[in-house]
């Protein structure tokens, strides 16, 4: 089993386990040793399909809006919690790949190692939910079929990413390419750099 392709059987192991559950407030039994990069990987999809539940609720045409201005702010720390998770990933590679000598023709690739494994997380959830949808005894012949079509395209798109994710580990490890890591910096978290925020705390 390759890299990329442990990464995603992590992601589906959490996404099962949350739907034993479905609920997004029940608690996280991660099943990986702390500090290990087993135990960060379950937790970032652990997140991702609390959010991806959370962005259902949220789009409830009755729902109550002051149940939904709570739940906005919910989604907002986790997208933060989401991006930390991203960065701490991204920090065992530089220290994994930290002694590579870096060819002189090397390139550099449009997304970090971590924000590719961002996106395998979140398709592992595209696929289960679209898995889902096929699955559905209530829906139309017409809907099965638009579903699995679709689920035809992730199931390639899983192939493409997984093969692209180990193509990019490989050139870093034999220098081809460089890692170079920037930090997301959201300003709209911060009370120092969201106008809204510092100009209340003026007043």
């Known amino acids: 089993m390759t890299f990329a392709e442990n990464c995603y059987a992590i992601f589906e192991k959490a996404t099962a386990d949350y739907h034993i559950d479905d609920n997004v407030d029940a608690l996280s039994r991660n099943p990986y040793a702390e500090d290990t990069l087993?135990?960060?990987?379950?937790?970032?999809?652990?997140?991702?399909?609390v959010q991806w539940h959370l962005e259902d609720i949220i789009r409830d045409p009755n729902i109550d809006p002051v149940a939904a201005l709570a739940l906005k702010r919910r989604i907002d720390a986790s997208n933060q919690e989401r991006t930390d998770l991203v960065e701490q990933l991204d920090s065992f590679f530089l220290v994994r790949y930290k002694d590579v000598a870096v060819l002189p023709d090397a390139t550099i690739n449009t997304e970090s190692p971590a924000w590719a494994i961002d996106r395998l997380s979140?398709?592992?959830?595209?696929?289960?939910h679209m898995d889902q949808e096929v699955k559905r005894s209530d829906a139309g012949q017409a809907h099965i079929v638009r579903c699995r079509a679709k689920l035809a395209i992730l199931q390639q798109q899983l192939h493409d990413l997984t093969s692209a994710i180990d193509r990019l580990l490989e050139d870093i490890a034999a220098g081809r390419k460089y890692m170079k890591v920037y930090q997301q910096m959201k300003m709209y978290n911060d009370p120092d750099t969201n106008p809204v925020l510092y100009g209340s705390q003026s007043k």
């Open 38 to 49: 087993e135990h960060v990987l379950y937790a970032k999809n652990r997140i991702d399909a």
């Open 122 to 128: 979140i398709l592992a959830l595209k696929i289960y």
